[in-house]
């Protein structure tokens, strides 16, 4: 690890104005902020993340839960990812979003990663982590290692010639189907971003993978009250049962009317270059009759965008089926609060 020097921010502005000293966006940023620590100390450690300065941001005082009047809830950048699956309003109202965060890592680390830091997580491509291999997401214009090496885990939705690499993220997933909007504060003040345009594909500028500038800070996450009597389940399929990032998962919040699909929101993880919003699924489901031949379908007309290469071919039938078999977990989920009404 190379040597750096340590902040300890005691105000949100004083944090965004320390993280402004960094000239460039994204990777390469001399000033880093430090929350949890669980992917950036792994990247420091790995030589992929350089920072001449971490700014700790434990002072903040990010770690609030809240219920707004109108039912969303508002959640702090630096609530652990324990705290956040165990809230009582977490579990009940958008139970999704817990089935998600408890998916992922480890107790221990979960005890540590941060909301803001899940959301920022970086990609688990081998050559991303592997300074001696070429990836223009870690050194621009260097090349893609994956498209002709080691693939399986990698992307097939939103990809480029230039970087095939997956998010890794279980919350951001459960957060995508959630319509979940990123507070951020700034150099130039306060900004709400819609998660969808959080997030950026890849294109040919991968390094560039959210719409956070120097000095940007996450405050905190907001998520609209849910549907009324929708249910919602997170469904991830991996190689071992635990401690392992998904090769496909999927997020999904229906409202039932009668045996139709009313309302649906739908996101896949593992098989996106960022959590995946499925709007192709979710309008060839609304409306139709809820049956394992309909959510087939629908995930299915998703997965028309698909550009897989040999070694992930198998994620397009994969995500298929998960997302249908998430999609029947939560009717019977539907029907059952039906019936205990």
Same mark, same amino acid.
Do not use: W
């Given at each position: 690890m190379e040597r750096f020097s340590y902040h300890r921010a005691e105000g949100v502005d004083q944090a965004v104005a320390m993280q402004a000293r960094s000239n460039t966006a994204q990777q390469g940023a001399t000033v880093r902020f430090l929350a949890g620590g669980t992917t950036l100390v792994d990247l420091m450690k790995l030589n992929v993340?350089?920072?001449?300065?971490? %700014?700790?941001?434990?002072?903040?005082?990010l770690e609030g839960i809240e219920v707004a009047t109108d039912g969303a809830l508002s959640?702090?950048?630096? %609530?652990k990812n324990a705290a956040l699956a165990?809230?009582? *309003?977490?579990?009940?109202?958008?139970? $999704?979003?817990?089935?998600?965060?408890?998916?992922?890592?480890s107790p221990q680390l979960r005890n540590k990663a941060t909301t803001a830091g899940n959301l920022l997580q970086r @990609?688990? /491509? $081998?050559?991303?982590?592997?300074?001696? $291999? !070429? /990836?223009?997401?870690?050194?621009p214009g260097s090349g893609c290692a994956a498209r002709t090496g080691m693939h399986r885990h990698l992307a097939i939705l939103g990809t480029s010639e230039h970087c095939i690499a997956s998010n890794p993220s279980d919350m951001?997933? &459960?957060?995508?189907?959630? *319509?979940? %909007?990123?507070?951020?504060?700034?150099?130039q003040?306060?900004?709400?971003? !819609?998660?969808? #345009? +959080? +997030?950026?594909?890849?294109? *040919?500028? !991968?390094?560039?993978? @959210?719409?956070?500038?120097?000095?940007?800070?996450? @405050?905190?996450?907001?998520?609209?009250? !849910? #549907?009324? *009597?929708?249910?919602?389940?997170y469904l991830k399929l991996r190689d071992r049962a635990s401690y392992e990032f998904a090769l496909t998962s999927a997020a999904v919040e229906i409202v039932m009317d009668g045996d139709k699909v009313a309302h649906a929101r739908i996101a896949l993880g593992g098989v996106g270059a960022k959590p995946w919003r499925a709007k192709r699924a979710e309008q060839a489901l609304v409306g139709q009759l809820a049956s394992k031949a309909n959510f087939i379908a629908a995930a299915q007309a998703e997965m028309t965008q698909a550009q897989p290469l040999a070694q992930n071919r198998f994620?397009?039938?994969?995500?298929?089926? /998960?997302?249908?078999?998430?999609?029947?977990? &939560?009717?019977a989920s539907s029907l059952s609060a039906k019936d205990a009404s």
């Open positions: 993340e350089q920072p001449e300065t971490l %700014v700790d941001l434990r002072a903040l005082g959640i702090g950048a630096s %609530v165990q809230n009582a *309003d977490v579990k009940s109202r958008y139970t $999704m979003l817990s089935q998600a965060l408890l998916s992922g890592a @990609t688990r /491509c $081998m050559y991303f982590r592997d300074t001696a $291999m !070429p /990836c223009n997401k870690r050194v951001n997933v &459960a957060l995508m189907a959630l *319509d979940a %909007v990123v507070h951020i504060q700034g150099t003040g306060k900004r709400a971003v !819609p998660i969808d #345009a +959080f +997030f950026r594909l890849p294109g *040919d500028t !991968p390094h560039v993978e @959210t719409v956070l500038v120097p000095g940007d800070l996450i @405050t905190h996450v907001t998520l609209p009250s !849910p #549907a009324p *009597d929708a249910v919602s389940v994620k397009v039938e994969l995500a298929t089926r /998960c997302l249908a078999r998430a999609l029947s977990q &939560a009717q």
